[in-house]
């Protein structure tokens, strides 16, 4: 039994490595009620802890790492308690935002240990499968709770069949988001700024570099013959024309820089009222995106989703976050790996617009993406 446990214990250290390396993961601690007893109906008596990480690889199906103790606690001579391991794939609902709730669906195989093993209680392996429900609470925090029924494979020997657990805990979503920083205090973010070093003061123009002061002078010009006009195209109406445009295909009203790469585009990307569901006329503008980041294929881009100053500030971040995940989706399903895109909610900050007049919110209700060669 204890080389049995410690195993576990290792496995499950051993997952909890392999998804703090990753970006996107949620880690939950709950604790509730199982029945044991169910030949005559459920009995939910059993103290219950559990602790499980899910780790989100961009599919429909999350992998997820259950660990649970039950404390059976039967007379002398019984069983003490059971230690439950068990590998899930778990699969969340997309609802529409007015329930304000995330439900989801997992199912598994595990292995249960048992402390104080008697005839009919033994180790042995199981299937299970449940439902639960998250209500978000703040970016960091959810509130979970959960049914979860266990099925053991090997009955032969009459003992426990079957298990019914409740549960309720706290979920924390762990999503890093790279931070972009402007070292040099001029007001443009390093990504875009092609001066970095701008002493303190310094007037700077959209690319970072100090404007320099126009000095007039009185020029008599000479005759001279004035040579042919040379005609230069700027093929992608980006501002940079085509013989210093190293990045000739940039979409339509994206910033660019000097050389006409692009560094920041503001997506006309339009959402249900209220809610992180995509309009299908928005597809074709991220699929236009995605077009776009296929041609590049060294640069990375952050997503940042940004609602207007109604309603409450922690709701507008959970809602940002959620349309800027929900973009990242769309761009992956058009084939960008995911390790390109970061997703980011920044609620109502950096208004570009009045958010006192209904044009002025409309406009704050944006999707900006901003890209890292």
Known sequence: MKKSLLACLVVLSASTVLVAESTEFDISLKAGLTSLDNNDGWHFKKTTIAADATYDLGYVLKPRVDLVYINVDEKKGGVDSLWQLALDGQYELDLSDEYYVDPYLFA?????????????????????????????????????????????????????????????GANMPFHTQEVVDDRDHDGVLDPSDLCPNTPAGTKVDANGCAIKPKIVEEVIPEPVQEPEPVVVLDSDNDGVTDDVDICPNTPYKFKVNKVGCGIKKTLQVHFESNAARLTKNSMSKIKEFAKYMKSLPNVSVT??????????????????????????????????????????GKGSLNPIADNTTLAGRAKNRRIEAIIHH
């Open 108 to 168: 598994g195989l595990g292995y249960e240990m048992v402390s104080g093993e008697r005839k009919g209680f033994g180790d042995k392996f199981f299937f299970q499968g449940g439902f639960g429900l998250k209500y978000p609470v703040t970016d960091m925090l959810n509130i979970v709770t959960e049914f979860k029924a266990l099925q053991i494979f090997d009955t032969s020997d009459n003992g426990e069949d079957n298990e019914f657990a409740l549960l309720v």
């Open 303 to 344: 997503i940042e989703g940004y609602t207007d100053s109604s309603g409450l500030e922690h709701k507008n971040k959970v809602l940002s976050k959620q349309r800027a995940l929900a973009v990242k989706k769309a761009l992956v399903h058009y084939g960008i790996a995911p390790s390109r895109i970061v997703a980011v």
